[in-house]
């Protein structure tokens, strides 16, 4: 079984500085990991994903997220918050042979001017 | 190269009326999964279909719901006498392979439809 637990319901970020969203994960085996956003009223777009690879993983957008296996970790961040990132994002586990994946509760994220 | 398409983006029931909703997977995406997602909470998983075969119907209820993904045509979530706690939006992916065939386990989310029951 696998769960995703977001450390943090909502982020306020200045536009500019530094965004950082927390992720923790369970799993039995190999996970895969996403990250993807949801802006208002829109689909789900793919940040970046983790398959047992490089663990610094680098996405869309200049986001980055690095896997930490012994802290069962894949905080989500970007250097330099813009104004277009505010949104939710959903960190996603999956087993590496599952297709079923498991959605943390997300994050709302809103960047002040 | 179009996208997951879902339609309608919106949907409007009364109570004990029925919903169906449709979605266009990604061309040459021949699995389709369906994700709920309550207010407040996270996308739950619900059921995993190919052309013609449902795989797993482990997070549908019981009740009510159910989804058809035919030969030709979109794949179609149908929910029979809506109640008020059905009112979510739905979410549709799809992908080229799984991971249980050892392929890419990506999946590629449509807009969603947000069913609001009266």
């Known amino acids: 079984a696998q769960s995703v637990t977001q450390l943090d319901s909502h982020v306020s970020?200045?536009?500019?500085?530094?965004?950082?969203?927390?992720?923790?994960?369970?799993?039995?085996?190999?996970?895969?990991?996403?990250?993807?956003?949801?802006?208002?009223?829109?689909?789900?777009?793919?940040?970046?994903?983790?398959?047992?690879?490089?663990?610094?993983?680098?996405?869309?957008?200049?986001?980055?997220?690095?896997?930490?296996?012994?802290?069962?970790?894949?905080?989500?961040?970007?250097?330099?918050?813009?104004?277009?990132?505010?949104?939710?994002?959903?960190?996603?586990?999956?087993?590496?042979?599952?297709?079923?994946?498991s959605f943390g509760a997300g994050t709302t994220v809103t960047v002040r001017a | 190269n179009a996208g997951v398409m879902q339609n309608p983006r919106h949907l409007v029931r009364r109570r004990g009326q029925e919903a169906r909703l449709r979605c266009s997977p990604m061309k040459g995406h021949s699995h389709v999964y369906w994700y709920r997602q309550l207010p407040e909470e996270g996308l739950k998983f619900m059921v995993y279909l190919q052309k013609e075969n449902i795989i797993d119907e482990s997070g549908m209820p019981k009740e009510r719901f159910s989804a058809e993904f035919p030969k030709e045509g979109p794949s179609i979530l149908r929910i029979q006498q809506v109640v008020r706690g059905d009112s979510a939006a739905y979410f549709c992916a799809s992908s080229p392979t799984t991971p249980t065939s050892g392929g890419e386990e990506t999946q590629y989310f449509g807009p969603g439809t947000r069913l609001l029951v009266l």
């Not at chain 1, 950082?20 to 895969?32: A, G, Q, V």
């Not at chain 1, 869309?60 to 939710?88: C, Q, R, V, W, Y």
């Open chain 1, 13 to 101: 970020v200045s536009e500019g500085t530094p965004v950082l969203l927390r992720c923790n994960y369970s799993s039995s085996y190999s996970p895969s990991l996403f990250w993807y956003v949801q802006h208002p009223n829109k689909g789900l777009q793919l940040l970046l994903k983790y398959t047992s690879a490089a663990t610094l993983v680098k996405g869309i957008n200049g986001f980055e997220a690095e896997f930490k296996k012994s802290e069962t970790s894949f905080h989500l961040t970007k250097p330099s918050a813009h104004m277009s990132d505010a949104a939710e994002y959903f960190c996603v586990v999956s087993d590496t042979r599952d297709y079923k994946l």
